[in-house]
Structures are given as C-alpha cells and as structure tokens.
C-alpha cells in the first residue's frame, strides 16, 4: 500500500460545549464525504474520523475510505489557529485510485497511522 501522504481541503469549527467542548473538521464543498469529530481537552483532540459510501478523492487523486480514531496535540500555527502537527490513527484505511473499487491500492488496519490538520 502506497505511504504517501494525501490531502484533503477541510473546514473546522468549534462544535458543543457541554459536557465537553469539541471540533467538527469536515471535507470543503462535500461535507458528507469526509468527517472529523473531536473532543477537545487538555490541548488534545481526540475523536472519530471516517468517510461514508464511496469513500473521498484526495488532493493527490486517490480515493481514501477511512473508519478511524485519532488523537493529537494541538499546537499553534503562526497566525494563532490551532493545528495539529503530528497526530496519531488507529482504524481502517483502504485506498484506490479516482473510479477503483475500495481497498484496490491496498487496505490496512493498524494502530499507527499518521494524521496532521495543518492551516491553510
């Protein structure tokens, strides 16, 4: 399976405040195909991410279908928003290319995925 990173153009905003606060990071322009639920505690996101039916198309045009749980220091970036520079994923991830079948690039389920939010 392919290690390059990918991409994708995501919007974040703070989501609830009771009985935790949290961030809802979701997939610009298709927000259905690409979600990201995080508590936020302690300067620490920690949450689900995944991607519904055909999974989502990369930056990079590959297609990814995730079902995961991440975890990550937050961080800020220069302009003071908050970032995740290096976070971790444990889950499903399987990838094509734009029109293959899931888990035609390779699937894996592991504990050790990498993730990053980083601004734009």
Known sequence: MD??????PMVAAAA??????????????NPGELELEFLSENLTLRGGLGTTGDGVLSNE???????????????????GRG???????MGY??????FEDEGARGTCSARDHTFTLRTR
């Not at 290690?3 to 994708?8: E, N």
């Not at 609830?16 to 322009?29: A, I, K, R």
């Open 3 to 8: 290690r390059s990173p990918l991409s994708f």
């Open 16 to 29: 609830g405040t009771s009985p935790h606060p949290g961030v809802q990071v979701v997939l610009d322009g």
């Open 61 to 79: 045009a590959t297609r990814l279908w995730m079902h995961a749980i991440g975890t990550g220091p937050v961080t800020r970036a220069s302009d």
């Open 83 to 89: 970032e995740v520079a290096t976070g971790n994923l």
């Open 93 to 98: 991830i399987a990838l094509g290319r734009a």
